[in-house]
Every structure is written in structure tokens, then in C-alpha cells.
């Protein structure tokens, strides 16, 4: 019997490439497949409950705090609200979670809430260990120490040997820790879990000083006190805190959903459209705004929404500068300056990229 001639060592290479190319692609294909069908998860579930289930604060005035029937307003609300907006047509399809600093993240990772927005800073760590995407920063914002004028304090140099109440479970602690260790100063923690707690220890006079992101400070500084001038914010910042709203990673349909539910409101901003002027801008013949309201088609089917989506979301929540000024600006009691938080024209690091 005569045996078969092995092949050229040539042609079983340029087999075995092939079948490995075949078995990538495959592999490939069925990830994507796989990957495909995971990654609208929230977005499906989001819109067959028919509302946003919000993670908030549990109250902090100009972010996130109920009124007295129950009606929940703030910065950190607005953006809870544009997504329902963009998604349903109706800012009021929100449901919202009242969240501790320590219970926020795992709120988040365990599904219980579909979008984080409670004043969390951005960081590496969230980023990747946490298995969370930030969506664009809402509130840039810094952390600071606010002690009793009777004091006389002029500068956060000024409380080496200070006990300092501090929020655990945050930034805050490590920022705080870092600061003093670095200017060769000491301080002694009080650290209370529940915001409502550390505050009224610190007004208690148990603490010399109490730390927080400067927004956060100012808000309970209005919001406690019956005479602010009895506070003073010191004016040093310790610490970067972009403030960004937050959702899990893998669900890219959503994400892409709240990120441009965002910058739809500082569009809005930079070209000049409010909800009281936004009717008319339906007829205006600049390219941007046709897109950005819908009049031109695409960025609604790109979303998977309506085309009106950023229409709804100007019309019934406003524009960024209309949202921060009833929030936390000259309308409301913090009467916070614009700062870092303004447009990119102005000085600012408020910028949305082109939305086409």
C-alpha cells in the first residue's frame, strides 16, 4: 500500500493561519454578539419600567433635597431629570434613592439604582476597581474646612493641633489626611457616618473645624445656620473634586444616553436657548441648533430616542446656566459664583463637543 505524501510544511502552516483566523473571529463575533445584547440592559430595563430610578443625597440643599411634600430639587436632580426627559418626554419619570456616602457605590453596582447623581468625585479608582463610568462632570468643585468665626482663622495653616470632623467612607478623609500630613501639621479625626450627625457635632462645638467639598459646606452653612455670618468657609482648596454623575460599565447605550443628556443642557447654554426661548429656536437656521432640537434628524436614532429628545430636556429642565443659578447660583441661597462651573468662553471648563 502506498502512504499518502505529507504535506509542504508550507500549506499545513497556511491551514492552521486560516483556521486560527476563522477561530479569532468567532471568538470575536460571539463577543460581540454577547456583548451587544448586555450592553442595553439598563437602557431596556430603564424604558420598559417607564422611569429613572435616581440615586441622590440623602439632602443637601442646591444638589439634591426634597421640600416639605416630598418634591425633590437640586443640581444633581436636573441631570436625573434631563435623562427622563430625553428618554420618555416627561422630566417627572424619576424615582429617587436617598444615598449615604457608603451606601451610594454599592447602590450603583448592585442595580438597585440605574444612575448615580449625588455629588461623588470622579476618580481613578472609581473609575476601574468600582466598576463604574463617570459621565461628564456636573460640578467642579474643591474640598475646604469651615470653622466658627469666633475663631479668627484666616487660613486652613492656622488649625495644626485642630480636631476636624469628617465624613468616613469619602475622599474627604484620605484628602484631609494627605493635606496635614503634607504642610508637617497634625489634627485629630471626629469621624461620624451620617451627614445629619457630623454636622450637629460639629455646630455642637465637639469639632474645631469641618471638612467637606466647598459647595457642600456652603450648602449646610445656609441650609443649618441661622446666622451664616457666624461661619466662615477658609479659603484654601485641598483637593480636585470633579462632582460627575455615574453609571455601570457595560451598558454603553445608557451611558451614552445620560453623558449627552448633559451636554444637551450646556449647548443649550452656549447658544443662548432657555426654556422660554426654545419654542421660537425651532425656526432658527443655525445648523447647530436645528441638530441639537431635531429639526435636522440623527442624533435621536443615534440615542435611540426621539428626535425632540434635547428639545424636552431645554424645554421642561432648562439650560446648565439655568439649572446652576435656581440651584446653587444668585437664585438660591448658596449664591455661588460661576468659577470653574462656567461655560469655556467665559473662563470656565464647561465645554460640550460638537453634537452631530
Avoid at 479569532?24 to 440592559?41: E, F, K, N, P, R
Avoid at 466647598?214 to 443649618?224: F, G, K, V, Y
Wanted: net charge neutral; with cysteine; glycine share 8%.
Amino acid at each position: 500500500m502506498r502512504l499518502k505524501e505529507p504535506r509542504p510544511v508550507k500549506t499545513r502552516l497556511h491551514t492552521l493561519a486560516i483556521a486560527a483566523t476563522l477561530s479569532v473571529s468567532a471568538i470575536a463575533l460571539s463577543g460581540a454578539v454577547s456583548g451587544t445584547a448586555q450592553a442595553g440592559a439598563t437602557f431596556d430595563g430603564v424604558k420598559q419600567k417607564g422611569y429613572v430610578q435616581c440615586g441622590v443625597n440623602l439632602g443637601l440643599y442646591g444638589f439634591s433635597s426634597p421640600d416639605d411634600k416630598g418634591k425633590w430639587s437640586g443640581l444633581d436632580v436636573d441631570v436625573c431629570r434631563a435623562v427622563a426627559a430625553a428618554m420618555f418626554g416627561d422630566a417627572e419619570k424619576v424615582k429617587y434613592t436617598p444615598l449615604s456616602a457608603q451606601q451610594r457605590l454599592p447602590a450603583l453596582q448592585s442595580g438597585e439604582i440605574d444612575l448615580l447623581a449625588r455629588n461623588t468625585t470622579r476618580t481613578l479608582t472609581r473609575d476601574t476597581a468600582n466598576g463604574l463610568n463617570f459621565t461628564p462632570t456636573n460640578y467642579y468643585d474643591g474640598q475646604g474646612f469651615m470653622v466658627s468665626s469666633k475663631l479668627g482663622l484666616k487660613s486652613a495653616k492656622q488649625l495644626n493641633g485642630a480636631t476636624v470632623c469628617v465624613l468616613p467612607g469619602t475622599t474627604t478623609e484620605q484628602n484631609v489626611s494627605d493635606y496635614f500630613r503634607a504642610n508637617k501639621m497634625t489634627f485629630k479625626p471626629v469621624v461620624i457616618e451620617k451627614n445629619e450627625e457630623l454636622n450637629k457635632a460639629f455646630f455642637a462645638g465637639r469639632c474645631d473645624a469641618l471638612t467637606s467639598d466647598a459647595s457642600q459646606l456652603a450648602a449646610i452653612r445656609a441650609a443649618e445656620v441661622q446666622n451664616p455670618n457666624d461661619y466662615v468657609i477658609l479659603p484654601e482648596l485641598i483637593s480636585k473634586e470633579p462632582l460627575s454623575p455615574a453609571v455601570r460599565q457595560g451598558d454603553e447605550e445608557w451611558m451614552n444616553l445620560v453623558t449627552w443628556a448633559f451636554y444637551a443642557m450646556v449647548q443649550a447654554e452656549e447658544k443662548g436657548l432657555t426654556s422660554e426661548t426654545v419654542d421660537a429656536a425651532m425656526t432658527s437656521p443655525d445648523p447647530d441648533v436645528k441638530r441639537l432640537l431635531g429639526v435636522t434628524a440623527g442624533n435621536g436614532k443615534a440615542l435611540g430616542v426621539e428626535e425632540n429628545w434635547a428639545f424636552n430636556i431645554i424645554k421642561q429642565v432648562g439650560n446648565y446656566a439655568q439649572s446652576y443659578e435656581r440651584n446653587v447660583g444668585a437664585g438660591s441661597k448658596l449664591k455661588m459664583p460661576r468659577g470653574q462651573n462656567a461655560l469655556y468662553t467665559e473662563g470656565g471648563l464647561m465645554y460640550a463637543p460638537p453634537m452631530k
